[in-house]
């Protein structure tokens, strides 16, 4: 058990739909971060929240959107679903601020269909 | 831009055979982790090497860090059903940027 939770863990959904992805890190991290992992590929970095600010962003789509809240739980936002955004969305929380400092430890996912 | 090649993409191995997945990058890192990911799972830290020749062992597990800091491997000696799943290397290039991650090797354990 990483200490990460990810809800929900399976989400199923209609094209142009919107749906929330949720993350609480780590107690005690204040950096969150987002990947999507398309079937059977690697890890795509989506963006980084450290402390409540925008720390990083990666290849994340207009469409989508993240914050993270005072309580550090962050949220990802994912908007006018197409199929191809069908995929594995994980969160990962690590203490530090770099996103290249030390380990990150990753939640179990949530499993995004869009059917 | 950055990237790290990770190579093969899949291997396929009797229980008992070695296994070897390497990591190259366009340009120096500053560290590199390796994730293991099992089926059906998520990436689970193995270690970081941050020095230049760096090698450290877990059990049959061995890393190495290129003396450039451009490449890695990891190695497992006489692979067993429990180490099956994906590798992931990734590094950054400065501890402050974003890990740059490699495509992943997916150990096959042949019946």
């Known amino acids: 058990d990483s200490g990460v939770t990810q809800t929900p863990k399976h989400l199923i959904t209609a094209t142009g739909q919107r749906v929330t992805l949720r993350c609480s890190p780590r107690?005690?991290?204040?950096?969150v971060y987002w990947y999507q992992q398309s079937l059977d590929q690697g890890l795509q970095f989506l963006i980084q929240y450290y402390n409540g600010e925008e720390r990083a962003k990666g290849n994340i789509l207009e469409r989508f959107s993240a914050q993270q809240f005072p309580d550090l739980h962050s949220e990802l936002n994912l908007s006018s679903l197409e199929l191809g955004d069908s995929a594995l969305y994980f969160c990962?929380?690590?203490?530090?601020?770099?996103?290249?400092?030390?380990?990150?430890?990753f939640g179990e996912g949530s499993r995004l269909t869009v059917l | 831009g950055q990237q790290v090649m990770q190579i093969p993409q899949y291997q396929h191995v009797q229980e008992g055979e070695d296994f070897t997945t390497y990591c190259n990058s366009s340009t120096t890192l500053s560290n590199i982790q390796w994730y293991k990911q099992r089926p059906g799972g998520h990436p689970v830290f193995l270690i970081q090497?941050?020095?230049s020749g760096e090698v450290k062992k877990q059990k049959r597990l061995t890393f190495q860090f290129g003396e450039a800091k451009k490449n890695s491997s990891l190695h497992i000696t006489a692979t067993q059903t429990t180490d099956v799943g994906t590798y992931f290397c990734a590094g950054p290039l400065d501890s402050n940027y974003q890990l740059i991650w490699g495509a992943g090797t997916k150990l096959i354990i042949k019946p």
């Open positions: 990962a929380s690590s203490p530090h601020p770099g996103g290249g400092t030390g380990e990150l430890f």
């Open positions: 090497l941050v020095k």
């Open positions: 107690s005690g991290d204040l950096s």
